[in-house]
C-alpha cells in the first residue's frame, strides 16, 4: 500500500470511531421513574416536567413572532409544532432516553430528558444552605 492508502485508513476509522461515539452519546440511557423533561429557552431553564406524565407544552406567546409546541405521551417526547424557519426540531424524532434531546437552534430551545432533573434541584439546595 501506499503512504497515502494509510491516511485514508485510518481518516477512515477516526470517522467511524467518531460516528459509533455520536451514536452512543445519541442512544441515551434508560430512564428512572422521576425523570423529568427539561425545557431551556436561550439557556435558562424554562420548565421541567414528569416524564410519565401526559402533557402538551407551548412556549412562546401568541403575540411572539415563535412558537413550540412539545408533547410528552406514552413516555415519549415529541416536538409536534414549531413556527421556526429550518423546521429541524419538528422532524426530529421522539425522544425517550435519558440525556437524548430535540434542539431548535432558530428559537434557542432545548428540550432534554434528565434522570436527575430532581436530585439537581436538591444539590442546589445543599450548596446554597
Ligand atoms: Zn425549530
Known sequence: MKPMDYVLMAGILVAAGLILIYNLVNFGSPVTETAQVVITVDGVVYGSYPLNEDNTITIGQPSDDQHNTIQILN???DMVTADCRDQVCVKTRAITKANQSIVCLP????????NNGLLEESEVDDISR
Open 75 to 77: 413516555q415519549r417526547v
Open 107 to 114: 428559537h434557542r430551545v432545548v428540550v432534554e430528558i434528565d
